[in-house]
């Protein structure tokens, strides 16, 4: 909906009275609110005087800018699998337009919703609230219809194969497939199965990309940029997929990764990708821009790997003390769900002077637009 037309509601007027005063047709009227047509200069000043200034020349390039424009792409790739391949050109590609959708959700009557004839499918082999609720509205505001799988209730649990599953939505020509799995490697099998763009929403411990972009794009908008950060990222780094996907996004984009966990929690081999491995907090937080920190991942593991609970936050939990070795403007960040008292303090984790979290979840929808439209489009 244009601002204008939102004046004439709240204002309980009439199209037909207002192109009266401003001396136009009602169907003029029409096509200036449409975005298919811009008022001249001398329409735009009697609409700004007629509103007392509450609707700007903005009002009307902008709408019209959202509505008809096409982005340039530097992402080629049918399906978003993880971010390792991905090189420097093509994340910023996805984090570009990412800044677009997060403008447009301050205010959802600019949604263009340009795919309504468009279907995403969420196929969530694991239970999942932010990224399958994300994904979900970020569909819904492109304008596509979605459907979510009830894996419970489906031919899976009567013991029908992955590749049975893919077959089958294959067939009926869906544009995206979301999955996440409990095995690594599950969203390549699907992919060279079926036609449509598939996007990673999580495979096992291997990778979690659009976590991965969405912290990038939190990272860049806080601190301006991500080349030359130092950002370390601490906790369960053996089980976590998310440890993975950022690791290899955030040293693609310049920075330098501090790992800091445990050595029974440090998967051996990590340092490969570029990251120096600390085994404390105080010397792994040293000259630190972010900390990142991460839940352990009990559903993934074997066997104990940590005395108690009480004891892991004694010298792994981020609270005001262990942050004091970063930088004095440090921000703190968590994909959550967050385990307060074990991996971060309760305190600490509600400042949102300090913290990221909701920023997370919030530009969490408009990455995942950027990541379906860029899919898309290449599709096309």
Same mark, same amino acid.
């Given at each position: 909906? *244009?601002?204008?037309?939102?004046?004439?509601?709240?204002?309980?007027?009439?199209?037909?009275?207002?192109?009266?005063?401003?001396?136009?047709?009602?169907?003029?009227?029409?096509?200036?609110?449409?975005?298919? +047509?811009?008022?001249?200069?001398?329409?735009?000043?009697? #609409?700004?005087?007629?509103?007392?200034? =509450?609707?700007?020349?903005?009002?009307?390039? $902008?709408? %019209?800018?959202?509505?008809?424009?096409?982005?340039?792409?530097? $992402?080629?790739?049918?399906?978003?699998?993880?971010?390792?391949?991905?090189?420097?050109?093509?994340?910023?590609?996805?984090?570009? +337009?990412?800044?677009?959708?997060?403008?447009?959700? !301050?205010?959802?009557?600019?949604?263009?919703?340009?795919?309504?004839? +468009? /279907?995403? #499918?969420?196929?969530?082999?694991?239970?999942?609230?932010?990224?399958?609720?994300?994904?979900?509205?970020?569909?819904?505001?492109?304008?596509?219809?979605?459907?979510?799988?009830?894996?419970?209730?489906?031919?899976?649990?009567?013991?029908?194969? @992955? #590749?049975? /599953?893919?077959?089958?939505?294959?067939?009926?020509?869906?544009?995206?497939?979301?999955?996440?799995?409990?095995?690594?490697?599950?969203?390549?099998?699907?992919?060279?199965?079926?036609?449509?763009?598939?996007?990673?929403?999580?495979?096992?411990? *291997?990778? *979690?990309?659009? =976590?991965?972009?969405?912290?990038?794009?939190?990272?860049?908008?806080?601190?301006?940029?991500?080349?030359?950060?130092?950002?370390?990222?601490?906790?369960?780094?053996?089980?976590?997929?998310?440890?993975?996907?950022?690791?290899?996004?955030?040293?693609? &984009?310049?920075?330098?990764?501090?790992?800091?966990?445990?050595?029974?929690? &440090?998967?051996?081999?990590? !340092?490969?990708?570029?990251?120096?491995?600390?085994?404390?907090?105080?010397?792994?937080? =040293?000259?630190?821009?972010?900390?990142?920190? @991460?839940?352990?991942? *009990?559903?993934? &593991? =074997?066997?104990?790997?940590?005395?108690?609970?009480?004891?892991? $936050?004694?010298?792994?939990?981020?609270?005001?003390?262990?942050?004091?070795?970063? %930088?004095?403007?440090?921000?703190?960040?968590?994909?959550?769900?967050?385990?307060?008292?074990?991996?971060?303090?309760?305190? @600490?984790?509600?400042?949102?002077?300090?913290?990221?979290?909701?920023?997370?979840?919030? @530009?969490?929808?408009?990455? +995942? &637009?950027?990541?379906?439209?860029?899919?898309?489009?290449?599709?096309?």
């Amino acid at each position: 909906m *244009h601002d204008l037309d939102k004046w004439i509601i709240d204002k309980g007027v009439s199209r037909k009275s207002i192109a009266n005063d401003l001396k136009i047709s009602e169907a003029t009227l029409s096509r200036y609110l449409s975005g298919e +047509r811009i008022p001249k200069p001398e329409i735009m000043n009697k #609409i700004v005087n007629f509103t007392d200034g =509450q609707i700007k020349p903005e009002s009307f390039y $902008f709408f %019209k800018k959202e509505e008809q424009s096409f982005f340039k792409s530097n $992402f080629s790739n049918k399906n978003l699998l993880g971010i390792d391949g991905l090189n420097e050109k093509e994340i910023t590609s996805l984090l570009d +337009r990412s800044e677009h959708f997060s403008r447009l959700n !301050e205010n959802i009557f600019n949604h263009p919703k340009k795919y309504n004839n +468009r /279907t995403l #499918i969420n196929l969530f082999f694991e239970d999942s609230t932010r990224t399958k609720t994300s994904f979900e509205l970020a569909a819904k505001r492109l304008g596509m219809n979605v459907i979510n799988m009830q894996i419970e209730t489906s031919s899976i649990r009567k013991g029908e194969s @992955l #590749i049975d /599953t893919a077959m089958t939505l294959n067939a009926m020509h869906p544009d995206i497939l979301v999955i996440r799995h409990s095995l690594s490697g599950a969203p390549y099998l699907l992919a060279d199965k079926v036609n449509c763009g598939v996007i990673n929403a999580g495979d096992g411990q *291997h990778e *979690h990309p659009t =976590q991965a972009l969405l912290d990038a794009l939190v990272i860049r908008r806080r601190k301006g940029k991500i080349k030359g950060l130092n950002v370390a990222i601490c906790g369960d780094i053996a089980h976590s997929r998310v440890a993975r996907s950022n690791i290899k996004l955030l040293s693609t &984009m310049g920075a330098q990764v501090n790992l800091i966990a445990p050595k029974n929690l &440090m998967p051996s081999g990590i !340092e490969s990708l570029g990251a120096k491995i600390y085994n404390t907090m105080k010397t792994g937080l =040293q000259n630190v821009d972010i900390v990142m920190i @991460l839940r352990l991942q *009990h559903e993934r &593991m =074997q066997g104990s790997f940590i005395p108690s609970p009480r004891e892991y $936050f004694r010298f792994y939990g981020l609270d005001r003390d262990k942050l004091a070795y970063a %930088k004095n403007n440090a921000l703190v960040m968590h994909p959550g769900p967050i385990n307060r008292g074990v991996e971060i303090d309760s305190e @600490l984790a509600d400042d949102i002077d300090r913290t990221l979290i909701l920023e997370q979840v919030e @530009l969490g929808v408009a990455i +995942r &637009m950027s990541v379906i439209e860029h899919l898309i489009n290449n599709k096309n």
